[in-house]
């Protein structure tokens, strides 16, 4: 046992560097959000509201972080790993309930999956500006800066994703211990200072603000969400830490480190309502505002690194599972599957980060766009994890209806919230979460419609090669292994048909290899691959398919090695074989397949299809492309 506490703590350090970075930056923004003078509907700076918020805040924590994401909806994992695209899997592979509202709970799924990219837009931009800004509490004169200064971290940001964060990694649990270390000291200095304030621990307080002053109460909730961002990345990063090192993380040390933050900017404000410009800054002493400044860029960073790492890893989910088209995927750690890098979503998130920096130019600003896709994520999430327990659980319906109920209307409250904010900056994440939606459902309905007409001028693979069999298509058989890829084993491969059609000739060895993409993680190596000899059993022609869990990346030759020669109608030469691909170049037809907007974004998408070869791990030398037009 004494053996195993190192690992156990290791793992805790490291789940504290990357799964807490965006909710451990919370208490930086969220009080000051919801007392910003400038604000629409603003919350009048009084002793009453000061108690009823730092209340408000802290039950929507235990609420929605500690209960519903801690203590329910992390036991829903789909083979260790968690987040909501793993929740759209259990979905899928859940027997029981409607079909018809599987298929919208799963719509919704894969809305709340597009809302993510605009979260990993926007955490960023907000968490590094909000600490950045700290510079005009130290040195008023420093504000014009503000800007600049974040730009430049958030270049440099996105430009070392490529390295990894292998090495880094290791720095980022010791450096966020600091962070919660120093923002709960410096929270117990406020609470000296004014005792009374942990009267708002009670849940009367939280109550009271809301019943008796809701007409103020619903629109401080537009803010008060900003303290449980970064909740979905508990889920999504479970499968990395596991669910008992991220439990002890939060109840040991970053939700005590929070509240006692809260508290303390609560207990400064009660003593100095001028404070309220920057409630977090200016609760640590004169002489550590710096060095907290400093450290809060640092966590601010970690956060962000944390949000860009769970948009490459949503990404390549989203790929596998056909929602977007094959992306290249850089694995950038020997040792850790998870840690890629997928270089066409950094540089539209670099872009789009430095253009909400410059378009919004303040954390207060881009609070309003934040909390709105927040909200909207973990209503999703809990619907979905509710549904899930009743249909796959067989948990009663009573008990289903006592726990949705309540969070449910939470979560609801939340988001009617911040609808009211809809002018003021909510519409952007709303925007681009439709805008990714509709980008990823039209390239699956447009990836099915392609399928069906490539099956099409395939045919048949068995009257295929019964032909070839019977010399109705007369070939040359030539020494060597050719392999060609195909999305199953029923039509033929267009590049073997176009080979054998025009060329007259095919290797005396063929391996015709299917990719499947399962709901699961990963496969292990004993259940990879099956073997199909086909019609006959000494053509020299057999069928492979291969198969992968969605955290992975395809490799064919790899695949290939493993196969045992007995079964494969011969030995396959994997070091000398030919590769075949068809590629498929689109045009927008006539068919009424699709609407003609659709068609085209469909087409445009798959410009961004990252090369087959790199992508299936392929030798780029001895690889051959053969084209096939297909319209949409």
Partial sequence: MVGRMPVRTAVVVGALGVVFGDIGTSPIYTIQTVFNPGDPHPIPLDSANIYGVVSLIFWSVMAIVTLTYVTLVMHADNDG???????????????????????????????????????????PAISVLSAVEGMKVVRPGLADFVVPATVVIILVLFMVQRLGTAAVGRLFGPVMIAWFTAIGACGVGGIVQHPQILKALSPTYALGFMFGHFGIAFFALAAVVLSVTGAEALYADMGHFGRRAITRGWLGLVLPACTL????????????????????????????????????????????????????????????????????????????????????????????????????????????????????????????????????????????????????????????????????????????????????????????????????????????????????????????????????????????????????????????????????????????????ELVYADDGIIHVTASFGYMEKPNIPGTLRTLDPAKTEGPISVDDASYFLSKIELKKGDAPTMAAWRKSLFIATSHITAAADEYFGLPGERTVLIGSRIEV
Avoid: C
């Fill in 81 to 123: 790993e968690g987040g909501i695209m793993a929740l759209i899997t259990l979905l899928r592979r859940t027997g029981g309930g409607s079909g018809r509202t599987a298929a919208i709970l799963a719509g919704l799924g894969i809305f709340g999956a597009a809302l993510f990219f605009g979260d990993s837009m926007i955490t």
């Fill in 261 to 532: 933050s809260y508290l303390g900017q609560g207990a400064l404000l009660l003593g100095d309502q001028s404070a309220v410009s920057s409630p977090f800054f200016l609760l640590a002493p004169g002489w550590a505002r710096l060095p907290m400044v400093l450290l809060a860029t640092a966590a601010t960073v970690i956060a962000s690194q944390a949000v860009i790492t769970g948009a490459y890893s949503v990404a390549a989910q989203a790929a596998h599972l056909g929602y977007l088209p094959r992306l290249r995927v850089e694995h950038t750690s020997e040792s850790t599957i998870g840690q890629i890098y997928v270089p066409w979503i950094n540089w539209v998130l670099m872009v789009s980060v430095i253009t909400l920096v410059f378009a919004f130019r303040s954390s207060a600003a881009l609070a309003f766009a934040f909390g709105m896709a927040v909200t909207a994520t973990i209503t999703i999430t809990t619907l979905l994890f509710f549904y899930i327990a009743r249909t796959r659980w067989g948990t009663p319906l009573w008990l289903v209806v006592l726990g949705a109920v309540p969070l449910l209307v939470i979560d609801l409250l939340f988001l009617a919230a911040n609808l009211t904010k809809l002018v003021h900056g909510a519409w952007l994440p709303l925007l681009i979460g439709i805008s990714t939606f509709t980008a990823m459902t039209t390239w699956r309905r447009g990836r099915e419609i392609v399928t069906r007409a490539r099956e099409e001028k395939e045919g048949p693979l068995p009257e295929f090669i019964d032909a070839l069999h019977e010399n109705r298509l007369p070939v040359v058989r030539i020494p060597g292994t050719a392999v060609f890829l195909s999305r199953s084993n029923e039509t033929a491969p267009l590049a073997m048909r176009a080979i054998v059609e025009h060329n007259r000739v095919l290797a005396e060895h063929v391996v015709i290899v299917s990719i499947v993409t399962l709901p699961v993680p990963r496969i292990p190596d004993s259940e990879r691959t099956q073997i199909d």
